[in-house]
């Protein structure tokens, strides 16, 4: 999937230097999902492990007042140059997930998080804290979805994209045990790509992977109930 592809106007400009996260067919599935939500001036949006900051620029240009927040130093000047490549504003906070804006409440909170499941139980480091994910995929997950209520406003929405190997229905119990509306809203199925098949002795014998190599992505929508 292009880069491109993810914005309405083909006039949209991306740099993506080497360490950062390129956008993805994930990238492009939570894209068509933030197209479907009503965005204003008065929005406030927060990209939550922003990347290469392709989302946020896009609900920049759809008017919405833009954070973006990365542990990597390298992908926040990578959003903030891309902002401002296309004219945009998008402020970039750096820090460990939601502890970086604690205290601030959004509508709409976007987020592709690392969902890899990953053998071993070293920390990932590098390039790979992109979608290195821990053992079951849900790293960063299951703390998106416990610090989720505290981040929206009482009318504020999430949408989350990860794959069906890191545990869909535990992601939709989770928001609903935090208080959380949460329903897949958007779903595509693929062929693993390269990260996936390096490891799919191993997804196979963790019961991850069956005959067929392709995955599932998913996104999902969650609100307060």
């Known amino acids: 999937m292009t880069v491109e592809s993810l914005t309405a106007s083909p006039r949209f ?4 230097p080497p360490g ?10 939570l894209s068509r999902a933030l197209r479907q939500e009503r965005i204003t001036r008065r929005t406030e949006v927060l990209d939550l492990g922003t ?20 542990i990597s130093w390298r992908a926040l000047a990578t959003a903030w140059c891309n902002a401002l490549m296309n004219g945009q504003v998008v402020r970039v906070r750096h820090g460990d997930m939601a502890s970086a804006v604690r205290g601030r409440r959004f509508d709409l909170v976007v987020t592709n998080p690392p969902y890899v499941p990953t053998p ?37 929405t999430l949408l989350m994209v990860h794959s069906h190997l890191s545990g869909v229905e535990e992601t939709l119990a989770r ?3 935090a208080g959380l509306r949460a329903d897949v809203v958007d779903r595509v199925r693929l062929p ?34």
């Open 20 to 29: 950062v996260y390129r956008p993805q067919t994930d990238t492009g599935l």
């Open 192 to 225: 693993f790509g390269r990260v996936l098949r390096a490891r799919l002795a191993w997804l196979r014998e963790c019961g991850l992977a069956g005959d067929h190599a392709t995955e599932e992505l998913v996104v999902i929508r969650a609100e307060h109930a």
């Open 13 to 16: 400009r991306c740099w993506i």
């Open 175 to 177: 928001f609903g045990a």
């Open 51 to 70: 990347g290469s900051g392709v989302l946020a620029v896009e609900a920049a240009r759809r008017g919405a007042r833009v954070t973006a927040v990365d």
């Open 120 to 156: 071993g139980d070293a920390a990932p480091r590098g390039r790979a804290r992109a979608w290195d994910a821990g053992a079951d995929g849900r790293l960063l997950i299951d703390r998106i979805c416990t610090s989720a209520p505290a981040l929206l406003r009482p009318a504020g």
